[in-house]
Nanobody, 111 residues
Framework: VQLQASGGGLVQAGGSLRLSCAVF????????MGWFRQAPGKEREFVAA???????FYADSVKGRFIISRDNDKNTGYLQMNSLKPEDTAVYYC??????WGQGTQVTVSS
């Protein structure tokens, strides 16, 4: 199973980015898919998740700004990040069932 995360980059505060996570070897519709992030010197933390029914869950810090979604036909998950803040700067990781993890994609938000 492979997860390929992409879409990170440098953006100014208030801007938007969309992360993608292509999954190979598993059908995403059958699993819980999520995003975590890790900032320098901090522990990895939960960001968002989407379950088999399409229900979504968010950390309080991103609620109302981030949107997690899934395209079953493309077997890809997404994290739309709006109104970005400098404190959102981190390496973002996608995961499936907390067993399979992507390689991480860097998001840097400048003030």
């Amino acid at each position: 199973v492979q997860l390929q995360a992409s879409g990170g980059g440098l953006v100014q505060a208030g801007g938007s980015l969309r992360l993608s996570c292509a999954v190979f070897g598993r059908t995403v519709r059958n699993y819980v898919m999520g995003w975590f992030r890790q900032a320098p010197g901090k522990e990895r933390e939960f960001v968002a998740a989407i379950n088999l029914s399409g229900n979504t869950f968010y950390a309080d810090s991103v609620k109302g700004r981030f949107i997690i979604s899934r395209d079953n036909d493309k077997n890809t998950g997404y994290l739309q990040m709006n109104s970005l803040k400098p404190e959102d700067t981190a390496v973002y990781y996608c995961e499936v069932d907390k067993i399979y993890w992507g390689q991480g994609t860097q998001v840097t938000v400048s003030s």
